[in-house]
């Protein structure tokens, strides 16, 4: 049974450009939602997918939009990068929104210089 | 507001003694979850329970078991005979009414040494 997967593991940008991430669920969820981890703090909610749409947004700004495909897999996408913006971003999927618990991928370590 | 307290920034503890992680969390809703995740350095969230807020019953899974006191909004995490491979961050969280609000809130994690 196949976790949650992320692409890529490691990726290094520069300010200002944009970045794509991407996640495949768990076999059999539908729900994919992201977070952000900064280095010594808890994963912070960025958005949540379901039925390809976003069901639930965080605190994070416009720069920061996603994408969900019939396959239920997702993409994050960050645009003008910050330096701030270095993270950890990790994907979760469950089985439906709202009543069953959060499986976490491996994550992405995004550096941005 | 909502919010999870995790007092402990690091903890050391030699090999086999009993180590317990507190949490405190608070919410202004009846219904929530909470949970535990471990993350080794590999940096994957490993989940490692769920509990919802009607259910105040103490669990023990071998050598882990977790404590939820509604009246202290607490849910504090034992692991018993500690060992090496325990040694990660681990993370307390909780989640408000998922009919309303599917985020999970995480506190700010304890790092566990444990020592050989």
């Known amino acids: 049974d196949a976790g949650v997967t992320q692409s890529p593991t490691h990726l290094i940008k520069t300010r200002g450009q944009q970045v794509t991430l991407r996640c495949s669920p768990k076999?059999?969820?539908?729900?994919v939602s992201w977070y952000q981890q900064a280095l010594g703090q808890g994963p912070q909610f960025i958005f949540q997918y379901y039925e390809e749409e976003e069901r639930q947004r965080g605190n994070f700004p416009d720069r920061f939009s996603g994408h969900q495909f019939p396959n239920y897999s997702s993409e994050l996408n960050v645009n003008a990068l910050l330096l701030g913006d270095s993270a950890l971003y990790l994907c979760?999927?469950?089985?439906?929104?709202?009543?069953?618990?959060?499986?976490f991928g491996p994550g992405t370590r995004l550096l941005v210089l | 507001a909502q919010k999870v307290t995790q007092a402990q920034t690091e903890i050391s503890v030699v090999e086999k003694e009993d180590v317990t992680l507190d949490c405190v969390y608070e919410t202004r809703d009846t219904t929530y979850y909470l949970f535990w995740y471990k993350q080794p350095p590999s940096g994957e969230l490993v989940f490692l329970i769920r509990?919802?807020?009607?259910?105040?019953q103490n669990e023990i899974s071998g050598r882990y078991s977790w404590n939820f006191q509604k009246s202290t909004s607490s849910f504090n995490f034992t692991i018993t005979a500690s060992q090496v491979v325990d040694s990660a961050v681990y993370f307390c969280?909780?989640?408000?009414?998922?009919?309303?609000?599917?985020?999970?809130?995480f506190g700010k994690g304890t790092r566990l040494h444990i020592l050989p």
């Open positions: 979760a999927s469950s089985l439906v929104p709202g009543q069953e618990t959060q499986y």
């Open positions: 509990r919802n807020s009607f259910d105040e």
């Open positions: 076999s059999g969820h539908d729900t």
């Open positions: 969280a909780l989640s408000e009414d998922p009919r309303r609000d599917d985020k999970i809130i």
